[in-house]
């Protein structure tokens, strides 16, 4: 009954409950594993500057860019279409399509073979990138995630992108520590944006430049400490992570991989939502815990005076009628605790 009560109170606050497991589990959570990009920041990266080399035109860069992303899933693609569609250039048409998890995307353009991706990416391809590494390193410092076209071997294209960071980030944070929970950032974009964004939300364990994979063991080895493990993102890559977790969180805003994954999803990427669901949590714990009482307390007194324990020494029966009536006072007193979750103040 309290499970199926904090369910509903959890979907109007924002929480919603896909797996009743997550939701007992939250309230022991002792580390929360986040993700970056879309769930410590608003998910909607803006492209900010585009440079190119070897006589290509940022109308074709774009272009190209855009026709590559148009069949990704990651956050990032967003902006570079929305660039693209707002300088009136068309997306070129792309063949032999494929993403390379925690990498990027790879394509044909008519005979000529395209990448965009990360830098592991370019060094995977064995693509010079001499050229770039001056902008590179002045667009990280200033918290850019830098994307990398190439064609034909040759770097083509620069695009420095930014996210900001969500207005309740640090509230959440703050709220977290206070609850002596443990949060550690988890992202796979380069050390000196996951830097940055660590230092202003006051983050003190982060990781960078992580794949799939490393999430993963990153969750795998607080759980190899004893930990009970929250994982809270939004993507596909944070999907292998979200699974392993004691407590897989998705963002409401996220792709379908993470939210099939994750037993309690934010509704709507509200940040926020997460430390109303750990209250949530924490008070169906304790909701559950008095509503045994209050049924063994019932039973645990009249069960034993009706079966004649008091008989020998006070000649002390119960009535049929007591009896009864003491299990409807158990079964109502247990539902009427049950309910007063509904009223259950979330924001505190």
Request: some cysteine; hydrophobic content about 45%.
């Amino acid at each position: 009954m309290s499970i199926m009560t904090a369910t509903g109170r959890g979907a109007l606050a924002g929480v919603l409950v896909q797996d009743a497991t997550a939701l007992e589990q939250l309230s022991k959570a002792e580390v929360v594993i986040m993700d970056k990009t879309g769930t410590l920041t608003e998910g909607k990266p803006v492209l900010n500057k585009i440079q190119v080399f070897n006589n290509m035109s940022e109308e074709s860069a774009l272009s190209l860019a855009a026709g590559l992303e148009m069949s990704s899933e990651h956050p990032l693609a967003s902006a570079i279409i929305e660039k693209t569609t707002a300088a009136g250039y068309t997306p070129s048409e792309i063949t032999d399509f494929d993403s390379v998890t925690g990498h990027g995307v790879t394509g044909m353009y008519k005979d000529e073979q395209l990448w965009l991706g990360n830098h592991r990416l370019m060094e995977e391809k064995n693509i010079d990138l001499q050229a770039t590494v001056e902008s590179v390193d002045a667009a990280i410092e200033e918290g850019h995630t830098v994307l990398y076209l190439a064609k034909n071997k040759e770097i083509c294209a620069l695009f420095f992108i930014s996210d900001k960071i969500k207005a309740n980030a640090a509230k959440l944070i703050q709220s977290l520590q206070e609850k002596n929970i443990t949060l550690v950032m988890a992202t796979g974009d380069n050390e000196g944006t996951a830097k940055l964004v660590a230092d202003q939300l006051n983050i003190r364990d982060w990781h960078a430049n992580l794949l799939p994979a490393n999430k993963y063991e990153l969750v795998k080895s607080w759980q190899s400490r004893g930990k009970i493990v929250a994982m809270a993102g939004d993507g596909v890559n944070d999907a292998p992570a979200l699974a392993q977790a004691d407590i897989g969180i998705a963002m409401g805003t996220g792709s379908d991989v993470s939210l099939n994954s994750a037993g309690i999803t934010l509704l709507k990427g509200d940040l926020s939502a997460l430390d109303r669901a750990i209250n949530l949590s924490r008070a169906t714990m304790a909701n559950i815990k008095q509503n045994l009482v209050f049924a063994f307390g019932y039973n645990g007194i009249c069960v034993p005076v009706a079966a004649g324990i008091l008989y020998p020494f006070t000649e002390t029966l119960l009535s049929p009628m007591i009896a009864a009536t003491a299990m409807s006072l158990s079964s109502v007193s247990v539902i009427a605790n049950a309910l007063r979750l509904r009223r259950l103040k979330l924001d505190q």
